[in-house]
């Protein structure tokens, strides 16, 4: 197997492990890619840089394939953990909805342990690092306070924060990180589905749900299969497709989905505005692991050139001159990304949306919250806060 953007054994090996789901096809493939020479430390690198450690240790264990004894013990490790850390998020996970319950408040847990059990029907594959919780936005501060009285604190953006600021958090922001270090867990509060919403139109915390059963019975709520697809196009796109996991976990939720599904929910995609996302997302599932889009499906064969564009730039986010480095390692790694989200689709008002979103950093307005009629400067003081910053770090790395 060859994968555009990279000569990397060690990538292609990668993605031969992530298919989905087990099979001898699979085991085939992941022997293939192993024949040749494979520097293992540097497969470890790019392994846990694409955060599937879980999906590689197993296939490679399935296939018959062992790694050197070092590589062995740090990948076995890694994969306990991610193990481990599942039952523990999922536990934390049934807790706080139950809270979210008694408080009132709509909630739905996007990704993460329902998404593991939709698209896996395991926990300890899918690598999943917090708690997506969704909420309305009139609920957003109410949920904040729930969160931190159960002993999160909030871990972005930093600090202690006034009431004033608070609320210029919610009113610029779509999400908080907390964190609950005694429990080991973290949390990502959401009040808006999406960056741009005309990408993601009417999906929020009241829409229609299912329900996915953990192994003691407990029931968490997440978004029913056709906004979950739109949801997982969108978010790989929102973030370039930086990490091979996001495809993954898409390729491993459609297995099993004939043409005529993933037909239908390519097209509640084009009708909640994901079109260019679902055309994307397939595209590239077809690149890496051969699976091709429904013939007619619609929305790979219209976006046309600028499919192209973003497939490229995508393929290059992900893979790019060495598939180890991280994204913000890489000159104008996150331009890329920018330029994806303009390509995405949604008119004016998602270029509205994500201009508004560039030209308005959430620091700068914590730093220097205005009065609410001088807001409309924010967008004319990015460039000198920015330059600001610069200076100051630059006087702090000279004393230092």
Not at 128 to 146: F, G, N, T
Not at 158 to 177: D, M
Not at 299 to 326: C, F, H, S
Request: with cysteine; net charge positive.
């Amino acid at each position: 197997m060859t994968v555009a953007g990279t000569s990397s054994p060690e990538f292609v090996l990668t993605v031969a492990c992530c298919r989905w789901p087990p099979s001898e096809t699979r085991d085939h493939a992941v022997r293939e890619a192993a024949a040749g020479p494979i520097d293992w430390d540097r497969l470890l690198r790019v392994v846990r840089r694409h955060r599937v450690d879980g999906l590689v240790h197993a296939a490679l264990t399935a296939a018959g394939i062992e790694p050197p004894p070092a590589a062995a013990t740090v990948l076995a490790r890694r994969a306990h953990a991610i193990a481990r850390h599942d039952l523990t998020l999922a536990a934390e996970t049934a807790r706080l909805q139950g809270l979210f319950d008694a408080a009132g408040i709509a909630v739905l847990v996007l990704k993460g342990i329902p998404l593991a059990l939709l698209a896996y029907r395991s926990l300890g594959l899918k690598h999943s690092k917090d708690i997506d919780l969704l909420v309305p936005p009139e609920r957003a501060m109410q949920a904040w306070e729930l969160l931190e009285a159960q002993g999160y604190g909030l871990r972005q953006p930093r600090g202690s924060l006034s009431a004033r600021q608070r609320r210029l958090v919610l009113r610029y922001a779509r999400e908080i990180a907390l964190a609950d270090q005694n429990r080991g867990s973290e949390v990502e509060l959401r009040w808006r589905a999406a960056t741009s919403p005309p990408l993601l139109t009417g999906v929020d915390a009241y829409r229609e749900y299912q329900t996915v059963t953990l192994s003691n019975g407990a029931g968490i709520r997440t978004l029913n299969d056709d906004d979950l697809f739109a949801y997982l196009c969108l978010h790989g796109a929102d973030h370039g497709w930086s990490r091979l996991k996001w495809l993954a976990d898409l390729n491993a939720f459609l297995a099993g989905k004939d043409d005529a599904e993933v037909r239908r929910l390519v097209r509640h995609a084009e009708a909640i505005g994901a079109s260019v996302c679902a055309a994307l997302a397939l595209t590239l599932r077809h690149r890496l692991f051969g699976i091709a889009p429904p013939a007619d499906g619609g929305a790979v064969p219209r976006a046309g050139a600028r499919l192209r564009v973003l497939t490229a730039l995508a393929t290059d986010i992900m893979v790019g001159p060495a598939a180890e480095i991280e994204l913000e390692d890489r000159r104008f790694g996150t331009t890329r990304v920018a330029m994806i989200r303009f390509l995405l689709g949604g008119g004016w008002a998602n270029v509205m949306a994500l201009g508004r979103d560039l030209s308005i950093r959430l620091d700068d307005v914590l730093r220097l919250p205005l009065p609410d009629a001088l807001h409309f400067l924010y967008p004319a003081l990015r460039l000198p806060l920015w330059l600001w910053r610069r200076f100051i770090g630059a006087g702090r790395r000279s004393k230092a």
